[in-house]
């Protein structure tokens, strides 16, 4: 075991900080007590749970295995993402497909052209990552075609009126939605290194790699999302209009959110 | 006199309720038709199946003595255009509000459809954030003319004016129809629709309950089913 790792008498020790934001907030009456050790409890259970998936995954399942757990991932993502639009039709579909095609673009991508290996324990954690940023950018897609759909109802029937197609009825709220959506992965990638030290390259300085090296992972990751956060939102935007209309071009009716 | 729209039995049902109710009737070439009657008496449903933003459930309705479903729906939404209850400005510039359904529209022929609308020629630069709601619901106007309807679809034009702007898009209207444009207009307000146009058409909880022109209308019975009152000054929600 690296030295930098902490050994489970560590983490039993590192209870005493739950014990500790407990604490806190009992003396200042927040109420979130119960909430806070149920966190602590679950957070606790999943990682072993995962990581006891993980150890088997890396020795034992190979190449098919990652993928099976990619894809499960891929599944949980799009129904997380689709929840956050709810009423929309077919954003399950939309996010799934919108999170799998992403990231299968990129990885494969970096597969192909050998910048990551097809080792479980690189595609894992490194699909994680991507299926994670895509996740976010389907949700906010998703969220931000619902509200528009159903706020800018009548802009879209003036525009439907005047003979424009379904899909340049809904453009510049398709191109607001996709801008909203990818900002945020924009501006981090701007200020990386400097307000934030990303995940995979902490992960990796913390095993005891040298820093020069870890930033050239963090500089494949951080364009893998920046590619994936783009291919996702248009699959998923593109996917998501289509739903929004019927045959003969009429915007769906929705509740609102 | 060419007949444009046939309605044939058109119904809409929705959750079991009938929006419309076996609605059969003619809108004839270069006439303004008003259809009028009481809040949720099924006027707006009936217009906005003529350019297919609503769909009936039973019957058909014909263009020209094509079924819509059978026409390309862009196209039929260029040759009926519609323009809504509020003024609904899409775009920064009066200009570009007049080409969003015609990008390619030229300035001259810009400026000959404010003056249609009753607009000055400099509108064109104007921003559409500083119109009035008159002027926006007049270069909304303009917007439907520009793409060369044949029919113009009008929901409650002026309920959302106030009494000298509506009364300027009520001649607005007559001119449109006088220069030959067949439009069809949505109004709650009897003498506004019979001012306006040559035809009126009486929906009461869905059925077609009297047609004709306006003067010839017994609007209490037909509107309301019995003969006292009338709907002039009532509001869709």
């Known amino acids: 075991m690296s030295p930098n790792v902490p050994s489970w008498t560590g983490v039993v020790a590192s209870v005493a900080l739950v014990v500790l934001a407990a604490g806190i907030a009992r003396r200042g009456r927040l109420g979130v007590e119960r909430d806070l050790l149920i966190a602590a409890v679950r957070a606790f259970v999943q990682l072993v749970a995962v990581g006891a998936v993980l150890s088997f995954l890396f020795l034992h399942a190979g190449l098919l295995g990652a993928l099976a757990w990619m894809a ?32 299968v673009t ?95 390259m902490t992960g990796l300085i913390l095993a005891g790699v040298d820093p020069l090296t870890a930033i050239r992972y963090q500089i494949v990751v951080m364009y893998m999302l920046l590619a994936a956060g783009a291919v996702t939102a248009l699959v998923t935007s593109r996917l998501a209009e289509a739903a929004l209309f019927d045959d003969a071009q009429r915007l769906r009716r929705m509740p609102f959110a | 006199m060419a007949t444009l729209f046939s309605l044939e039995h058109v119904s809409l049902a929705v959750n079991e309720r009938l929006i419309l109710d076996d609605v059969t009737d003619h809108l004839h070439e270069g006439r303004c038709m008003a259809i009028v009657g009481p809040s949720g008496s099924g006027k707006s449903t009936l217009l906005r199946m003529l350019n297919r933003f609503e769909e009936p459930t039973s019957g058909r309705i014909l263009l020209r003595g094509e079924p819509l479903p059978g026409l390309d729906v862009t196209e039929l939404r260029r040759r009926v255009g519609l323009v809504a209850q509020r003024p609904t400005l899409l775009a920064e510039t009066v200009r570009d509000e007049l080409r969003v359904g015609v990008p390619e529209l030229a300035d001259e022929t810009a ?40 029919v113009l679809l009008l929901d409650e034009p002026t309920s959302a004016l106030d009494g000298a702007s509506a009364d300027a898009v009520d001649q607005i209207v007559r001119d449109l129809v006088a220069d030959g444009l067949t439009v069809v207009l949505v109004s709650h307000a009897l003498d506004r629709a019979a001012a306006v146009s040559d035809d009126v058409l009486v929906l009461r909880s869905g059925r077609l309950t009297a047609r004709g022109r306006a003067d010839e209308i017994n609007f209490p019975t037909a509107v309301l089913g019995r003969g006292e009152g009338a709907v002039a000054g009532e509001a869709d929600p």
């Open chain 1, 72 to 103: 499960a991932m891929v599944a949980v993502g799009g129904y997380e993402a689709s929840r956050r639009a709810k009423g929309l039709p077919g954003a399950l579909r939309s996010a799934t497909l919108g999170i799998g095609i992403g990231a």
């Open chain 1, 106 to 200: 990129t990885l494969g991508i970096l597969v192909v052209f050998r910048v990551i290996s097809t080792e479980p324990r690189v595609l894992v954690p490194v699909g994680g990552m991507v299926i994670s940023g895509c996740m976010n950018i389907a949700a906010i897609v998703l969220r931000g075609l619902r509200t528009s759909a159903v706020e800018q109802r009548p802009q879209i029937e003036a525009r439907l009126a005047l003979g424009l197609h379904a899909r340049e009825a809904l453009a510049p709220l398709v191109r607001s939605t996709v801008r909203m959506a990818t900002i945020p992965a924009i501006d981090t990638t701007k200020v990386v290194g400097i307000i934030s030290l990303p995940g995979a």
């Open chain 2, 111 to 150: 400026r000959q459809l404010l003056a249609r609308v009753a607009l000055p020629a400099d509108y064109l630069e104007r921003r559409t954030e500083g119109l009035s709601g008159g002027e926006g619901q007049r270069v909304c106007l303009a917007r439907a003319l520009a793409v060369g309807p044949e």
